[in-house]
């Protein structure tokens, strides 16, 4: 008979998980845990699983524990052996997928569903953070971006607030277009030296928002700060790639634009305006969700690994309707001033019953 040895057991348990952490492929350690019975529990007794979506994400190492649907029960060690290997076998079970939804390929997306609030805005709603969302720089033969205040200080950086599509995304890539106002002489664009994101949740209830006139300083929990990349001055849609994908825990993003380069003729002031804004990357949900207690600053990852492929359809069409409400009604509010106003509230009025729904209408897709 051959003689098999055991990988494991001839190394020993540092230099064999030593080995292990080197791996680059999550399905590998998955596959690692299947080999047999005695490896399966070295895999899961060490946590490798959790330890590699750490590695390759540092944002999940906010995670502190993990909820499945199908028990409730949470990751914390049990008052025996038994519920404690089941409390191991939950974490490694949530975070390998975690790690396959992180690693494998997806398609981008846009995964801004709604603007929160500016820093500051120059005339409202004219100039409001809203039109950020339109890619158009022209709506409506009017122009379309949001500007700053003036300031005599050049140093003086601007924040744009933003609600991502989920509460767990995976973002990769931000593009933001400055404005160039074509109607000021020579064409001046309104561009920022520098730009920073921010990624994390919000600590206070949504309903509090104020129609998101809101200070944006103590209100956010910021997990991820990119570095600065320089801007151009120039009218097009820049592209910023963060170093690596980052796990955006709570769904709020947040564009640093620092330093101003263009004074208006007009005043002397210096502003920053923006015509277009994308953030590029992947929702998790439905089957990935997190809990967040703002009070302890504890954060619980929810796996519901029953979310059929339909439930992940109808939330991208939930999340698509509510960016739909908010856009026929920034149109509404930008019509009033217009000679079209009657026709365009004719047009948009008979959609004013179903936005009262907070979900699209059976069959409106």
Known sequence: MEFCLDFVEWLGPDTASSVLMLLEDPADLVRASAVSRSWRRFVIENGFCKSFCSRICSEAS??????????????EVGSSAGAEWRSLEREH?????LSHCMFS?????????????????????????ENTLEPRDRVDMRPSYWSSGGQKNPEVPETLTYSLLSKLCVISEIKIQPFEAYFQYDNPIYSAKFVRFRMGYCTVPSESFNDGQISAGDNYK???VSPEFPMLQENALQSFKLPSPVLCI?????????GRVQAQEMDGLYYICVCHVEALGYSLTPQLDVEIN????????????EAAACSSTGAQDSSSWHALKERIKHLQARARDGWHYPL???????MESDLEDDEPPLGYW
């Open 294 to 305: 703002t009070v302890g600053d504890e954060i619980i990852l929810k796996y519901l690994p």
């Open 222 to 224: 910021w997990i991820y």
């Open 62 to 75: 906010n995670l502190r524990r993990v909820i499945e649907s199908s028990s409730m029960q949470t990751s």
């Open 105 to 129: 390929p997806v398609a981008k997306r846009d995964c801004i569903l709604e603007s929160i609030c500016a820093s500051s805005t120059d005339n409202i709603p004219d100039e409001g953070i």
């Open 344 to 350: 365009i509230s004719t047009f948009l009025g008979a």
């Open 93 to 97: 079970r949530v975070y390998s997928y």
């Open 250 to 258: 709570g769904g709020i993003l947040q564009i640093e634009l620092l």
